[in-house]
């Protein structure tokens, strides 16, 4: 097997995904994302122009970068529709966020359009050809449109990007494919996650509870994802829903490539059930209404601080956390010391705060049993701070690697 590989970020830390594969002299670039902390950090230069970009999914942390090399090269970004509509989304968001908070980003909205005339779409099962490699497009189970690749030389290389091998409400979860060589995600290695529906029912027992004694369910969210997850879960308790943020749009693009998606009708119908926030003053009414939905997950921007700000002295209320809140972040801050900056420094609000887990990422034991499905002779892993408490559980039955970002590994 002739592979090279190298990856420019993204191997020990979450963020900043990207990986220069070489199979049977064929060229990838595998993913090209930065970390959008504050500030936000970049991927290192690439050592060569590849032939092909594959991008897995639209989360920024893998894609935020494609409208630096589109704007400087001629090469094919191969993915999913919902891939590329959401991408340009975010990339524009990215822009607005960076000019917001005056840090720089290696691209403008030119470089974006750019981008866009460069993906080459491809549904789950579409394959191409570079030199004398096939390479197959798989779902991730992570997001819709999210997708595994795998490349077919001498030996199968698989690179996950991220998955979830359990079904959630807006998609399938992954399976396993057999492969020699492995690059895997370990987000949450070392971590579990609590049961889907366990966790599902719990949400929405308190949420009814919360509104039924008078008080407002605050739930901040993701745009991609969390937000249809969450409505199409809130859907069932009949009670006044408000969307607000960048979810709206998100949905608009998810609902039109219906084919990803594991069950759009219910999508359909839980967001045509939600109240859209436009401008100003239908935030007072949402304000006033029962449930509010709305970006920012990790509440460091967005309408999310308008609402906090509207409600911070409403004792009855609760604030919902759903998604990972990552170190330094607003949601951190308040998750851990009840804290939270909405301007004026940190303060205490009155509103309870509670996190449930609704990860759209394998948990320890899940990717344990995906690496073993695999079978394949290495596992490469990456997205990962804590990559050694999954290297513990494969070690007797493979070969582990965890290269550091710039570290060449060469496979004969
Ligand atoms: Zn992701
Ligand atoms: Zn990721």
Known sequence: MSVNFMFLGGAHEVGNVALELSVDGAHFLCDYGY??????????????????????????????????????????????PPTQALSELLAYDSIKVAQNENYGLPYDGSDVRR????????????????????????????????????LEGSKKVLFTGDINTVDTRLVRGTKPRPCD?????????????????ETEKRFIERVREVVDRGGKAIVPVFAVGRTQEVLMLLART????????????????????????????LLRKAEGRARYVRGEYLRNAA?????????????????????????????????????????GTNGRLLMEKGL???????????PKVEFYDFSAHCGHSELVEFVKGCGPEKVVLFHGDEREKLAVDLENDFEVLMPKNMEKVKLA
């Open 181 to 197: 060589l492995l690059f895997v995600e370990s987000t949450y290695a070392g971590r579990e996650h609590p049961g889907r529906e």
């Open 35 to 80: 970390a959008p902390s504050r500030p936000p950090t970049f991927p290192k230069t690439m050592s060569r122009t590849p032939d092909l970009v594959l991008l897995s999914h639209c989360h920024v942390d893998h894609s935020g970068m494609i409208p630096h090399l589109s704007g400087r090269s001629e090469t094919s970004v191969l993915a999913t």
């Open 115 to 150: 981008a866009q005339e460069l993906f080459d779409l491809a549904p789950y099962g579409g394959n191409r050809e570079v030199k004398s490699v096939e390479v197959r497009l798989r779902s991730a189970g992570h997001i819709p449109g999210a997708t595994m690749f795998e």
């Open 238 to 265: 009949g009670f006044e829903t408000w969307l607000d943020g960048m979810g709206q749009k998100v949905n608009r693009i998810l609902l039109d490539e219906p084919g990803f998606l594991k069950e759009p009708a």
């Open 340 to 350: 939270i900056d909405l301007g004026t420094g940190p303060e205490r609000i009155a």
């Open 287 to 327: 304000a006033r209404g029962e449930i509010i939905v709305t970006t920012g997950g990790m509440l460091d921007g967005g309408p999310i601080l308008t609402y906090l700000r509207k409600l911070k002295d409403d004792r009855q209320s609760c604030v919902f956390l759903t998604g990972y809140q990552v170190e």
